[in-house]
């Protein structure tokens, strides 16, 4: 179900007693994964006032479905609600509104889109698509692990692929870990939706629950999708490691890559998981990473003249190449410039702005994210200014490293597509390069 859907389907189970403003709002941004925190800052109300209402709606959701029901579940519980339902007595539901839609034929496949958003307005990503849709499909690819900076646009390159070969899987049921899903939550759900709502009493271990999950792999074929995979990865440490508790991810990714059987995990991340590069297999291809960079320069171009901005061809290029081409970020820039400049890229480029708003936000996430030693190699990079060996950084960073540790932090700083290698060095991109610069003003700890 849509999140509209689910309205529609709540005012009928609720006996057609109205939502207020507030409560939709809860439910609409609680869908999308959002906090209380942030609900509140989006609806203009106290922190202490959403709480309170969200308490009351769970509760009059529990009552009316038999279950409790709360922030963390309410999706799951309202799919196996409905589930319970025979077809024309759900359609009957729905019925209610004047909008056509489109309902699933669950007798061919069953899907669970769970929170993924609309990817009306695709722009590119022609030749990755083709990419892994030819590892996932031809070449049977177990686990596909999708990397790169934020804003690059992984998550909708995913659903846009998931769309193109979803006729191809039994099942399919995306999942974002955008609010650090526990492990034995996701593998619940996963589990109860493969199994059409048969498999209610879970084994306790979690080698246990994975052997049970991997049956079901074995004997349909599915396609699993988990977002935001870097929200389960530790921060302050060297790229891939997961947080305590979260384990059970890690088990989860070796056992879907080594093992045989016919479904396959895609995975979006900022930062590589750790254990996927040794084990991409380049005749049996069971395990494939794609490093995402930014758009085409005609595809890039589209997102800038669609916000109606001006300028000469080497301007326009220009501001490609500033944020290379990073989807989010042309967009971001793209508001601002077309708002505070009437659109002119060249006013943009006179003021020297490079880093504001959501731009900085999105770097900034990222950037606290790092360990102690990579963001003293991010910051050197940034005072080098030029490509700089590794040579060269060892002299630079105080105290002293070994060169195995250097080596690391290079490697992860790599993976999560912070910063550029070349034969002559590193160096960081044009946008990080800014914002670094405009931190080492306010940082002196490098």
Avoid at 40 to 61: F, M, P, Q, T
Avoid at 132 to 151: S, T
Avoid at 330 to 352: C, H, P, Y
Wanted: proline share 2%.
């Amino acid at each position: 179900m849509t999140i509209d859907e689910t309205l529609i389907f709540l005012k009928q189970v609720l006996k057609n007693k109205r939502l207020n403003k507030i409560q939709e709002i809860i439910l609409r941004q609680s869908w999308e994964g959002c906090s209380y925190s942030e609900i509140a800052n989006i609806a203009g109300y106290e922190l202490g006032y959403v709480k309170d209402v969200g308490s009351k709606l769970w509760r009059s959701l529990s009552e009316a479905l038999g279950e409790k029901v709360s922030k963390n579940n309410f999706q799951l519980v309202l799919q196996r609600y409905q589930l319970n339902l025979s077809e024309e007595k759900y359609l009957l539901l729905l019925a209610d509104t004047s909008k056509p839609r489109i309902v699933a034929d669950r007798s061919n496949n069953l899907q669970d889109w769970g929170e993924a958003m609309d990817v009306a307005f695709f722009w590119g990503r022609a030749t990755e698509l083709a990419f892994l849709e030819k590892r996932i499909i031809d070449q049977c690819c177990r686990l596909a692990v999708i990397v790169g900076m934020g804003g690059m646009g992984k998550t909708a390159l995913t659903i846009k692929l998931a769309q193109q070969i979803q006729t191809q899987f039994k099942y399919l049921i995306w999942r974002s870990l955008r609010n650090e899903l526990p492990f034995k939550n996701l593998i619940a759900e996963i589990i109860l939706f493969l199994s059409q709502e048969q498999k209610l009493n879970l084994p306790k271990t979690v080698d246990a629950q994975i052997s049970l999950l991997m049956e079901y792999l074995r004997s349909s074929r599915c396609l699993l999708i988990l977002d935001n995979f870097e929200s389960i990865l530790q921060s302050g440490k060297n790229n891939g490691c997961y947080q305590k508790g979260y384990e059970g991810y890690g088990q989860l990714l070796r056992r879907i890559g080594d093992e045989k059987h016919q479904s396959c995990l895609i995975v979006t991340s900022r930062e590589m998981p750790t254990a996927i590069a040794n084990r991409e297999e380049e005749i049996y291809a069971c395990v494939r990473s794609l490093q995402l960079t930014g758009l085409e320069k005609i595809e890039a171009e589209k997102i800038l003249q669609a916000k109606g901005l001006t300028g000469s061809i080497d301007e326009f290029q220009q501001l490609i190449d500033l944020y290379t081409g990073n989807p989010l970020a042309l967009k971001i820039a793209a508001t601002t410039i077309k708002s505070v400049f009437n659109g002119d890229i060249s006013r943009f480029f006179q003021e020297g702005i490079v880093v504001f708003a959501d731009i900085w936000n999105l770097l900034d996430r990222q950037f606290n994210r790092l360990s102690v030693l990579e963001q003293k190699v991010i910051y050197w990079l940034a005072i080098n200014h030029e490509w700089t060996t590794l040579a060269e950084l060892r002299q630079d960073i105080v105290p002293t490293v070994s060169e195995r540790e250097l080596v690391e932090a290079l490697l992860s700083l790599q993976a999560r597509s912070l910063i550029e290698k070349h034969s002559i060095g590193f160096t960081l991109q044009p946008v990080v390069m800014g914002y670094v610069k405009e931190r080492l003003l306010s940082d002196r700890n490098y």
